[in-house]
């Protein structure tokens, strides 16, 4: 079985390269969501209080989910249209967001 973290980019990578339709964001800027952005500034402070160091933020879950799902069809598609697994070649990628 293949290792598809050379042949595809992270989602979000994927979510960051369309406009998001919810706040008019630009491709590679992030959304506007002062909610979600208080949220994990939350779940930092509560973890800071118990004595644990904050977690990392998947940047996917601060983006607007009409971001996330165009994201998620666009690297569907990329899937689909790639070799089989074992067919693929060690170290390329087959995304079509341009180059690395």
């Known amino acids: 079985m293949s290792n598809d973290t050379?042949?595809?980019p992270p989602l979000h990578v994927y979510a960051?390269?369309?406009?998001?339709?919810?706040?008019?964001a630009k491709p590679d800027e992030p959304c506007d969501?002062?909610?979600?952005?208080?949220?994990?500034?939350?779940?930092?402070?509560?973890r800071e209080q118990v004595g644990q160091s904050p977690l990392e933020?998947?940047?996917?879950?601060?983006?607007?989910r009409t971001?996330?799902?165009?994201g998620i069809?666009?690297?569907?598609?990329?899937?689909?249209?790639?070799p089989w697994p074992?067919?693929?070649e060690p170290g390329r990628r087959y995304d079509?967001?341009?180059?690395a």
Do not use: N
């Not at 069809?73 to 790639?82: E, G, L, M, N, P």
């Open 73 to 82: 069809r666009h690297y569907d598609r990329d899937v689909r249209k790639a």
């Open 96 to 99: 079509t967001l341009g180059p």
């Open 6 to 8: 050379l042949a595809f």
């Open 33 to 46: 969501a002062p909610r979600k952005a208080a949220s994990a500034a939350e779940m930092d402070a509560i």
């Open 57 to 64: 933020t998947d940047p996917l879950q601060l983006m607007h």
């Open 67 to 70: 971001r996330q799902d165009a």
């Open 86 to 88: 074992e067919d693929r």
């Open 16 to 24: 960051l390269a369309h406009r998001c339709p919810t706040c008019g």
